[in-house]
C-alpha cells in the first residue's frame, strides 16, 4: 500500500505560481511511476503530468507543456509540481497518484494508477 498527500494548492491570480507537492508513505520503495491529474466541476479526471521512478523522463499534458514542472525526490519521498503563467482555465482539484507503470503509453491513463490522493483545489482568479 502506498499512501499519497497532496498540498500546496490555494488560490493565485491570473499568470502567477503555485508549487504543488506530494508526500508518499507506505511502499515507496516499490519502484513506482508517479503522476499528477486534476478534474474540475462537472468533468473528468484529465492527466497532467507524470514521471517515472527514476525521473529520468517526464510526460505532459500538451496543455501544460512549457508551463509545469514535474520533479521527484525519492530521498525524501515526495513529488512535485511547478506551474507557472496559470491561466483560469487551470482550475481544478489537483491529484497525484502512483502505480507500477512502464510503458510510455500508459502514463497518461487513469486505470493504470492504483494508489490516489486525496486532491488538492487549486483555484486561479482573472
Known amino acids: 500500500q502506498v499512501q499519497l498527500v497532496e498540498s500546496g494548492g490555494g488560490l493565485v491570480q491570473a499568470g502567477g505560481s503555485l508549487r504543488l507537492s506530494c508526500a508518499a508513505s507506505g511502499r515507496t520503495g516499490s519502484g513506482y511511476a508517479m503522476g499528477w491529474f486534476r478534474q474540475a466541476p462537472g468533468k473528468e479526471r484529465d492527466f497532467v503530468a507524470a514521471i517515472t521512478w527514476t525521473g529520468t523522463s517526464t510526460y505532459y499534458a500538451t496543455s501544460v507543456k512549457g508551463r509545469f514542472t514535474v520533479g521527484r525526490d525519492n530521498a525524501k519521498n515526495t513529488m512535485y509540481l511547478q506551474m507557472n503563467s496559470l491561466p483560469p482555465e487551470d482550475t481544478a482539484v489537483y491529484y497525484c497518484a502512483a502505480g507500477p507503470i512502464f510503458r510510455s503509453v500508459d502514463y497518461d ?7 490516489w490522493g486525496q486532491g488538492t483545489q487549486v483555484t486561479v482568479s482573472s
Open 109 to 115: 491513463a487513469v486505470r493504470r494508477y492504483d494508489y
